[in-house]
């Protein structure tokens, strides 16, 4: 069903896309069966260090990377959150999915066995951090690295030492063996040695959150998203109440205007009031019905990530997002596992390191996300980091309110503001046609993978439509059995 499509596509592009994800992340999971009300699985990171003591000494490293205009990060093994995208993926297959796990994971298996071509996104990413980050771990350099330790070209075959065996291990006995036994004892002596905070008691103690998702109506359809206490569901649906729901007539100038005024309310509400909250349930409300009312407008005016989606035949839609941050850098010996670095996202996790008390999930923009209508069902997610909501606003803009083809749809030209302080930046594509708004313009040249990378699936009453962002390699596939 769409439940075990897409499970095995997304270990396939988690663990065969170095440098912008790998499965020891966080990941959120969102289904929607016909008969069912929607729901997300959070198996996002959580803060660690259950049972440690109480101050354990800051290793973590900065770095400053030329990526996406400039990014600082924090890595190294410090900067390591509780993993849990390999609960969510075993238990949304035990739940939801029909065939045994073993099989979900023997193409992936295969795959890092005999080698995969190094995709052109993640060599770019990887041509500014290939080195600083990912040469830290002697089997993580390895397996980016020529024998003159020069990062391979985009295309060059990648085995990375050990990977095969630890999936196989999991394929064999479940999420088990990486929470408690042989690999959770090397990820959390790798971590532990190198002055980082994950303990045995942290992997023992997680566990998947299922969760009602967040529901909005647009138009004819009802749409599900990622909710709280991840932000990134709260702020799409944020922008889509302060863009308006209703069907449009093109990116005209007043559409466009409004299009940039619904992302500065919003990502300058969420700025200042919910990056740096305790717990973003209050905030998160009240921008959400500020959007609703259309307050938040007037008063809010002036990474690395995967993503798949999957529909069947029985209007089953599954939406699976998956992250690792920018990556520690930090390979644990014969695992062929990296790590995240998701306690060093600063843009995200503004409370860096000590975040909070140890089990508490972290931030996320992350909006795996399902729609439906009477005949129709869609599943639908990007990548991007703080990109992952602009991007998905526009292609629900396009597909819903201007009844776009799905393709049409997810290639469109995107602009995505930027906020800094009080800067405001425009990112925008070339395509589309700006009016007068006194912030500063940066064009690009050409579709960019910094707009992110939607990736839909749509069972249109019986008729399959599949389309993948042309800003990032993506793959599709509609299957008859």
Known sequence: NAVDCGIAASFCSINSQPGVCALAGGAFVTIWHPDESPVTIDGNVAVPGIGSPEVVPDRAESVTLEYGGGITTLVGASSVATPGTLAALYLASKRYGRLPWRELLHPTIRAVRDGFPLPTACHYYLSYAGDVIYGRSADGHCALHDHDGKLVGAGANIVVPHLADSLTAIAEEGDRVFYAGEIARKLVGHVTDNGGRLTMADLGAYTPDVRDALSIDVGDWRFATNPLPAIGGVNLA???????????????HENLERLVRAQEAVMTCRMQTLDTAEDVGEPAYTMLELARSGELISRYS???????SAVDDNGLACAITASSGYGAGEMPAQTGLWLNNCLGELELNRQGLNAGPAGKRLPSNMAPSCARTANKVLAVGSPGADRITTALHQFLVNFLQLDLDLD?????????????????????EPGLELPDIAMDVTCYDELSMYFGGVVAALNDNGNFTVAADPRREGGTIVTIQ
């Open 302 to 308: 002036s990474g690395s990530t995967v993503h798949t």
């Open 238 to 252: 944020a922008m889509l109440h302060c863009f308006g729901t209703e069907p449009i007539n093109g990116w005209t």
């Open 408 to 428: 049409r749809a997810v290639a469109l030209p995107r602009l995505h503001l930027k906020i800094d302080g009080t800067l405001r930046d425009i990112a925008i």
